[in-house]
């Protein structure tokens, strides 16, 4: 018998939509060794390293009647070739094209009849680089029971260490007869299977509610809905299609504005991302009259005494902090937000950026994962865009012998949500994944050119500054400077 989803991972499978699909994804860029590598390098990579992660070989089997909660079962059928694919940019291979290609991939969702993941090799790239993009759906990678297969991939050392392929074999399909006897002993003898199944039926109820809700338009929740939410270009009805940006900095550079400034690198990465909105929205024409905050979701890293040291699944907490957009100074942007984590820190259970980069593998990839589900949870209307950042470690990863240059989180979207912000730090550079909506942020790109001002701005303050462009010229030439607004890619 199968571990039975949660009910919490089978919310996120039951409020996916064709808008919202709900995978996570990072794009990584690898520099090959003297050797090269191939597909068939990869493959045989992922298939040593499989059987640490057996969900990657399962998938969901759901219980005729609604018995008890679904379960992950070994999927007879597994094709390691179905899940890792192959992909290549037309020449020349630069940042925009992969940025492009990435965009596509995420907009799919991922196929339900089979085990929720895939990862793609990109050749092509420039420089004779390549890339690998991979998705996990949020069901599979918890923290607790799995971690994202991207952790496992990644040596310390460029020499391969192949560990040997298990000799899986799938366990024997059980007949409907016997799935249902499965759920009704599991309702009656198993604790977690009644609490989850029971929370399942509840939350199958409240989106129920929330549909004949929304049908019925009854114009009282219209008028509340009005008052109490002031629109934003960040907000509204998503479209099923993507746009992906990316930037990166030097670490030591936001290491900088820390020492001149205090507060913590997480302090500077948002303060980064306030001063980039604030720019993105004045080249719209927007009034920040109105709009002095923009409302983000950051998932935090957290101690919790119950759980085991390797369980990355209950160490992520929600905080909420009010991004100060409509403050005109970076450095009072800066004390805004260091001042908003002031209540976290005084709690104790603040996890040092030392110990998560010091998780075995290549962790920031399940932290990513890990925070996006608990950013997911949280009430919609409660915040604007969520903002996850992750230390990663600062020295080289490698697979198979090509070693790592940059990797980017692809955060993903939730219904109302038109912009989502991933950042890692890795081997002394600092990578920003962004994903927006394709229609209601065309863009996004600007976007991406502003946080690379915003964090050139903070640096003018802590080196005693340099003289810049007046504020109205460098908005003219973020509006000239189209698709090649998207920062400084490692790619």
């Given amino acids: ?49 499989i059987g640490f992660v057996p969900r990657y070989r399962q998938k969901v089997q759901q219980v005729p009647g609604r018995l008890a909660n679904p379960e992950w079962v070994d999927d007879p059928n597994f094709d390691l070739e179905y899940h890792v694919r192959r992909s290549a940019l037309p020449r020349p291979g630069t940042p925009d094209q992969l940025r492009d290609l990435v965009a596509r991939i995420i907009s799919r969702p991922l196929d339900r009849e089979r085990p929720l993941w895939e990862i793609y090799l990109v050749e092509g790239l420039e420089g004779g680089r390549f890339a690998m993009l991979s998705k996990a759906h949020q069901a599979l990678v918890d923290g607790a029971h799995t971690v994202d297969l991207g ?41 977690d ?24 338009g009854r ?10 939410e002031r629109p934003t270009p960040i907000n509204g009805r998503l479209s099923q299609q993507r746009r992906f940006v990316t930037m990166s900095a030097d670490l030591a550079q936001l290491r900088t504005i820390r020492a001149a400034h205090g507060g913590t690198i997480n302090d500077v990465v948002l303060a980064i991302v306030a001063g980039g909105l604030r ?3 004045m080249t719209r024409a927007e009034s920040l009259a109105g709009l002095r905050q923009l409302r983000a979701v950051v998932p935090v890293s957290v101690i919790d005494e119950n759980e085991e040291a390797t369980s990355l699944g209950s160490q992520i907490a929600v905080h909420v902090v009010d991004l100060p957009v409509g403050e005109a100074s ?59 950042n992750v230390p990663g470690p600062q020295a ?60 050139e701005e903070l640096l003018d303050t802590a080196s005693g500054g340099r003289q810049r462009a007046p504020r109205g010229r460098r908005r003219a030439q973020r509006r000239a400077a189209g698709e090649k607004a998207g920062g400084k890619a490692e790619s």
């Fill in 1 to 49: 018998m199968g571990d039975r989803l949660t009910s919490r991972d089978l919310l996120f499978l039951a409020e996916e939509r064709p808008t919202a699909p709900r995978h996570n994804a990072t794009v990584e860029i690898f520099e090959p060794a003297a050797g090269g590598f191939d597909y068939d390098e990869l493959l045989a990579l992922i298939a040593d390293r």
């Fill in 151 to 191: 952790q496992l991939i990644l040596d310390v050392n460029p020499e391969v260490k192949l560990l040997g392929e298990d000799d899986w074999r799938a366990e024997r399909r059980r007949s409907t007869a016997g799935v249902i006897l499965g759920a009704l002993r599991d309702t009656v003898i198993d604790v």
């Fill in 193 to 216: 299977t009644i609490v989850h199944t029971a929370r399942s039926r509840a939350d199958a109820l409240a989106r129920r509610a929330r549909r004949l809700t929304r049908r019925a």
């Fill in 219 to 228: 114009a009282s929740t219209v008028v509340t809905r009005r008052s109490q």
């Fill in 279 to 281: 720019s993105w929205l």
């Fill in 330 to 388: 970076p450095v009072v942007r800066l004390h805004q937000v260091s001042y908003s984590f002031e209540s976290h820190k005084a709690t104790g259970r603040g996890v040092a950026a030392s110990r998560l980069a010091g998780i075995a593998g290549f962790a920031p990839t399940t932290f990513h994962a890990v925070g996006a589900r608990v950013a997911a949870a949280q009430p919609g209307r409660s915040y604007h865009l969520a903002v996850t």
């Fill in 396 to 455: 080289p990863r490698y697979a198979a012998g090509a070693r790592m240059v940059a990797s980017y989180p692809v955060p993903p979207l939730v219904p109302g949500h038109a912009l989502a912000i991933g950042v890692t730090s890795y081997d002394g550079r600092v990578f920003f994944g962004i994903t927006a909506d394709r229609d209601l942020i065309p863009d996004a790109e600007i976007l991406g050119q502003c946080l690379v001002e915003a964090l």
